[in-house]
């Protein structure tokens, strides 16, 4: 086996041109090429920063519920966990606007993101789609009381203690 005499990153004896020793560059080095440090730095940053807001707006958009809010409508969030808010109060004989939002994706594993707020008492019984909100309008009692609500479409249903909630009625 040969042995070379010279490494790979030697400086080569002056040629008898007169000109310079020229240095060897490995093929490592020379694959490198291309932009310089500090534009690809530049290049990276900005991806990362894209990638960042992006993700940031996701997960926003995830949170706000479905719809635009109605003025004086009572919101309500339906989801997987379950009633947002659980309690609503109202005044007896009062005509109740009421917009009922499913946060659920179609993919929901159990009633395909559909919710439901029924009352059986008012015979009351609103359903929504996934990932939308509707507003829906009933008469309050003219009696004071309580009344359950729930949703009976997933997660348990009727029998789940987070897919029920309270309709206080007051004078």
Not at 45 to 56: D, E, P, S, T
Request: glycine share 10%; with cysteine; net charge neutral.
């Amino acid at each position: 086996m040969a042995r070379r005499s010279a490494s790979r990153h030697s400086v080569e004896a002056p040629a008898t041109t007169g000109l310079p020793a020229r240095r060897r560059v490995s093929p490592k080095a020379a694959d490198k090429g291309g932009l310089p440090r500090w534009l690809r730095l530049g290049v990276f940053g900005a991806i990362v920063l894209v990638v960042g807001i992006v993700a940031v707006d996701l997960v926003i958009v995830r949170l706000q519920p479905p719809g635009t809010p109605e003025a004086g409508a009572l919101q309500v969030h339906a989801s997987m966990d379950g009633f947002d808010p659980d309690q609503l109060t109202v005044k007896a004989g009062e005509d109740v606007k009421l917009q009922l939002a499913s946060m659920d994706t179609s993919m929901h594993s159990d009633g395909g993101g559909w919710h439901e707020f029924a009352i059986d008492a008012l015979k009351v019984d609103f359903k929504v789609g996934p990932e939308s909100s509707q507003v829906f309008s009933f008469k309050a009692p003219s009696t004071p009381g309580t009344y359950e609500f729930y949703c009976d479409i997933c997660c348990g249903g009727k029998e789940n203690p987070s897919m029920q909630g309270k309709l206080t009625v007051t004078a």
